[in-house]
């Protein structure tokens, strides 16, 4: 039979297949040349990059929970002018789609990143860190928010003519609000979930484990709360999605897709196995053989097919 | 170059109060391997989610009853993911990835003596150290709570010129912390003509340093951290560091700029 056709297009942005790597788990990808070839990714989304460079929070910033782990890195970052002038020249001899995650503590932080890259040969596309828990300002304030959210979104989107893909927070009482204020403000895609904020306490010494107490939850542990959003958001949001959560093979991705994702991210699988990405793309090109699928595009939200609205 | 590979497990000896040395298959992971490098080990199918990081403790030629392939790591039990590891027999699959970060260095100056500073299962990284500079004669001072925490103390006594064992409670050696005879030694010799090597806990580490700097000695520690991925990017295995040329901090990642870091780099 026919190879399956993984390419995936989310509005303006094309990617040669749907899986790509989460910012954060990934660092600036030239971190994994020795174990896998960037040019067999989707894409990969960078560490948040901020208008200059950031130190990040003291230590402890980690530790395992069941089935996932806490962090609290505190967005460590080279800066965007780094990034451009360092990093992004290195990439640019891989085929893979760089998205570059995009953080500020206030608005104009934010516009100063977007507008940097946006004259930056090599970039695809741009994720707005408006959900990371473990920063004072910025972050989840303007994630949270759904006026907040709406403003920061319009204004990048005014900053850039790159695909603008907007992260959403899990911390909140209806992802679907927040969900249509950046769709509102211009967003052209949606990837969702960043982490959950939780905690872990050493009952041993009586303190927190974390430096700064809490810390976003990532892995397994979260990854039915994550596909029960994305099927919310699918319904309710006319936009593509990009579905984040605790992802380690093929199946785990396929829930995403059937509940509404046309892409996926993989993230803290890869510190325990660099390929996971490749891993993951691999089983879902050897389901969609299996079962006869020309392409992921059939599958997108089929998990909803007879059930009504 | 680091390498992701399961391989089989060829040995796990129980050395007694919970340490184990584990050895497997290491003929892909190539040669030119530094002592204190290390490896992020996982046990497959297993509930714990992230791998745990191991330094090398044995190289080809460490131990005689090894054959050439093998690599040795030392491991005490102190929790989950160290426990999967000690239940694993000859033949069982582990996820091996490395070698990873920054080893120990010769000594800066080639004549020097190589003072080793081991603190417990901290002891890990020496036996391959040991092996690297039995030429040049290495002195241990080896510290643990008790007699029963010394794993290896016998392969040390045959591989170093001098091992002088300190415990907490005084069952085995000299009672007290393995830094006072350090620092007699240290008032003893001239600190130009040694090379201190340590690894244990953080706060042996800190002394360690403290010593080595008021007597103006080089010395390379080995540090331990959580650690996520062991490739640099989680970022959450930092430590303090003076920042280069300037004022202030920044964080290094111990998997990447370490595990052995110069003590004056340390903003402790």
Sequence with gaps: MVKPDLAVTLGPLALRNPVLAASGTFGYGLEFLPFLDLNELGGFVTKGLSPRPRLGNPPPRIVETPAGMLNTIGLQNVGVDTFIADKLPELRRFRTSVVANVFGETEAEFLEVCAKLDGALGVAAIELNVSCPNVEKGGMIFGNDPTALCRVTRACRDATSLPLIVKLSPNVTDIRETARAAADGGADVLSLVNTFVGMAIDVERRRPVLAKISGGLSGPAIRPLAVWMTWQVHRAVPLPLIGIGGIVDARDALEFVLAGASAVQVGTASFIHPDAPLRVLRGIEEYLERHGIATLRELVGAAESGIPA | ?268
């Design chain 2, 1 to 268: 170059m680091p390498r992701d590979l399961t391989t089989p497990v060829l040995r796990n000896v129980e050395l007694g109060h919970g340490n184990f040395l584990i050895e497997f298959d290491g003929r892909e992971l190539g040669a030119g391997m530094q002592p204190a490098q290390f490896f992020m080990i996982g046990v497959p199918g297993s509930a714990a989610l992230l791998r745990r990081p191991y330094s090398v403790c044995g190289l080809a030629g460490t131990f005689d009853d090894a054959p050439p392939h093998a690599v040795q790591v030392l491991y005490k039990v102190v929790g989950h993911g160290t426990a999967l590891l000690a239940a694993l027999g000859p033949g069982a699959p582990i996820d091996v990835l490395g070698p990873l970060g920054r080893g120990f260095s010769p000594p800066a100056r080639p004549d020097a003596r190589p003072v080793i500073v081991a603190g417990g299962i901290g002891c890990a990284p020496f036996p391959a150290l040991l092996h690297w500079l039995e030429r040049s004669a290495p002195w241990m001072y080896y510290g643990a709570r008790t007699g029963e925490d010394l794993p290896l103390l016998d392969w040390f006594e045959r591989h170093a010129e001098r091992v002088v064992v300190t415990t907490d409670d005084g069952s085995r050696g000299l009672r007290g912390r393995v830094t006072e005879p350090l620092e007699e030694l240290l008032a003893e010799e001239d600190p130009a003509g040694l090379e201190i090597y340590a690894c244990g806990p953080e706060p042996m580490l800190r002394a360690v340093a403290r010593i080595a700097r008021t007597r103006g000695a080089s010395c390379q520690l080995s540090l331990e951290a959580h650690m996520a991925c062991g490739f640099g990017v989680c970022l959450g295995c930092v430590v303090p560091t003076h920042r280069p040329g300037g004022d202030g901090l920044v964080y290094d990642r111990v998997c990447v700029e370490g595990p052995v870091m110069q003590a004056e780099r340390l903003a402790w």
